[in-house]
């Protein structure tokens, strides 16, 4: 069964810094992985969709990688801004019998600080 | 653009009663699913289908039933609320359920059952 951890939990930066999430899951046999961001109350918001078959993915300050082999993925984000305050949820795509599911860790909250 | 359209946003309901949330997206995806979100449990997958007609179960689906009687549309029905199904509940929607698969969220329907 696909598990995912997301590390730290929590995080807090000044203004301006860069930063780098991670992600790690269990199984390695996994269509894509998706990040999204969540703000307190809403729903989620997709940032970044790399296919298993690519490394990198970029979208303006983001970039986010996919090792499979090893079951890890990062999202870095550049220069960060208070507006980047939010929960940021990973989540591979397996195969098999629930095939195109989603399989979610429990998150990196983060705060920027002006 | 709509996207994935979730109805009620909220709901208060008593044990025992039924009732249904309503999904609706509008961009012509075959791959729709139900997630519920609860505190320190991160999104767990409820039931999900790959087309009209053709529903599955989740890694929590006792206690709820779905029906895809068309693409647009996927709703998710409590029989008899109970407590534990106090939750935010998240309707999602994707051109396929394999590659290229990227997953679009609701806003989502809070539900608490007294």
């Known amino acids: 069964k696909q598990e995912v951890t997301q590390i730290p939990a929590a995080l807090s930066v000044p203004e301006g810094e860069n930063l780098v999430l991670n992600c790690s899951f269990t199984d390695s046999a996994i269509y894509n992985l998706q990040w999204f961001r969540q703000d307190p109350g809403k729903g989620l918001t997709s940032l970044l969709l790399i296919q298993s078959s690519q490394r990198e993915q970029t979208s303006g300050r983001l970039n986010a990688s996919l090792d499979k082999s090893s079951g890890r993925s990062t999202l870095y984000i550049a220069a960060s801004q208070p507006g980047d305050s939010a929960t940021y949820l990973c989540?591979?795509?397996?195969?098999?019998?629930?095939?195109?599911?989603?399989?979610f860790g429990k998150g990196t909250k983060l705060s920027v600080k002006p | 653009n709509a996207g994935v359209t979730q109805t009620p946003k909220f709901q208060v309901l008593k044990t025992g009663q039924s009732m249904t949330l309503q999904c609706a997206q509008d961009?012509?995806?075959?791959?729709m699913s139900w997630y519920r979100q609860d505190p320190g449990m991160g999104l767990r997958l409820i039931h999900y289908s790959v087309g009209a007609g053709i529903t599955d179960q989740g890694e929590v689906p006792n206690g709820y039933n779905v029906s895809r009687s068309t693409t647009e549309d996927f709703p998710l029905r409590l029989l008899s609320a109970a407590p534990s199904q106090t939750s935010v509940y998240f309707c999602?929607?994707?051109?396929?359920?394999?590659?290229?698969?990227?997953?679009?969220f609701g806003q989502g329907t809070r539900l608490t059952v007294v």
């Open positions: 989540a591979p795509m397996g195969y098999g019998g629930s095939q195109g599911n989603l399989i």
């Open positions: 961009m012509n995806h075959e791959y």
């Open positions: 999602a929607s994707s051109y396929s359920a394999t590659v290229r698969a990227e997953a679009f």
